[in-house]
């Protein structure tokens, strides 16, 4: 079991960068692959970014490769994303999320815990 909590959100111009952080709390942690998602008003949560439980591989949409980078620091219990040259359509909520077991999974079915969310939006 886990419980996530994201926090890093805020208003940021277009270009510029926020580092999202996800902790965990839970003996478990290692264990779990870790996913970001992102939802704006009216659209369907999408995925951002993922790492595997090791932290040795990291998989991202298209729509943010070369911006956005993943990363997991399991001593601390926490899952990072960093975001550069952000975009106003970059704006939504993040969410980060967690999976025990199984493979990595770009669909929101497939990750059994999330955190509450933080608001990420970028101005023009």
């Known amino acids: 079991q886990v419980q996530l909590v994201e926090s890093g959100g805020g208003l940021v111009q277009a270009g510029g960068s926020l580092r999202l952080s996800c902790a965990a709390s839970?003996?478990?942690?290692?264990?779990?692959?870790m996913a970001w998602f992102r939802q704006a008003p009216g659209k369907e949560r999408e995925f951002v970014a993922a790492?595997?439980?090791?932290?040795?591989?990291?998989y991202y949409a298209d729509s943010v490769k070369g911006r956005f980078t993943m990363s997991r620091d399991n001593a601390k219990n926490t899952v990072y994303l960093q975001m550069n040259s952000l975009r106003p359509e970059d704006t939504a909520v993040y969410y980060c999320a967690a999976r025990a077991g199984g493979a990595i999974s770009y669909t929101t079915n497939n990750y059994g815990y999330w955190g509450q969310g933080t608001q990420v939006t970028v101005s023009s």
């Open positions: 839970g003996r478990t942690f290692s264990y779990y692959h």
């Open positions: 790492i595997n439980y090791r932290g040795s591989s990291t």
